[in-house]
């Protein structure tokens, strides 16, 4: 029995889900967990863990203890990528979204462990093509999922918020400067409008003007 993945820069997207719902799972015994993640690690039914001898376990087990310790790259900040013989490229800022694919990023964010094959459609996008040009979103969604390592879902991520928050924030504060002007000279709250950028900012974990 061999492990198909030695450490978190192999793991893709998908399987690093199922790791995290077995390392979380509250009521398994320890022995069960063991088995189901050198089952999600070796790509074999459980039943063929179970199967194995203690000493081929207790070797097995040794080889993954790295599971335990992750850790992804925060200095180097890819602007290209080639994933299954496909190029694709990267855009952090925000401000360079089309309405649907921001659209889209706020919807999937609110549950980003579930959805985040689907949140890097929305920012890296298949060379020479604006976002769902020609394509289909839901399956290339899936194909991050599959193909994706979870270190480089994190990389991307990271540098993606840490260079969108300071647009979005700056947007934020015109946008709620002018509502709050367009307010003194109508004498009307914008109820509608005041929502919209409340949920701005709840989205991104931001403070809002506007209450």
Not at 4 to 18: C, G, T
Not at 152 to 165: A, D, P, V, W
């Amino acid at each position: 029995m061999n492990l198909i993945y030695h450490k978190w820069d192999e793991v893709p997207i998908s399987v690093y889900r199922e790791i995290s719902g077995i390392v979380e799972a509250e009521g398994v015994d320890d022995t069960t967990k063991s088995v189901q993640l050198l089952a999600a690690l070796c790509g074999v039914p459980e039943g063929e863990i179970w199967d194995l001898t203690l000493p081929e376990i207790s070797a097995l087990s040794k080889q993954i203890e790295w599971v335990y310790s992750f850790d992804f790259d925060k200095k180097k900040k890819p602007h290209r990528l080639k994933i299954a013989g496909n190029d694709y490229v990267v855009n952090y800022d925000v401000a360079k979204m089309s309405i649907a694919s921001y659209v889209d990023f706020q919807t999937y964010f609110k549950d980003r462990e579930k959805y985040m094959g689907a949140i890097l459609t929305t920012f890296v996008l298949p060379k020479g093509k604006k976002y769902a040009e020609d394509y289909d979103c839901a399956e290339l969604a899936k194909k991050f999922e599959a193909e994706v390592p979870i270190t480089t879902y994190n990389t991307l991520m990271y540098f993606f918020l840490l260079t969108s928050l300071n647009s979005i924030r700056a947007m934020q504060i015109y946008s709620e400067l002018a509502l709050k002007e367009a307010e003194r000279k109508t004498g009307k709250t914008l109820t509608q409008a005041r929502a919209k950028l409340r949920k701005i900012a709840d989205t991104f974990g931001l403070p809002s003007l506007t209450k």
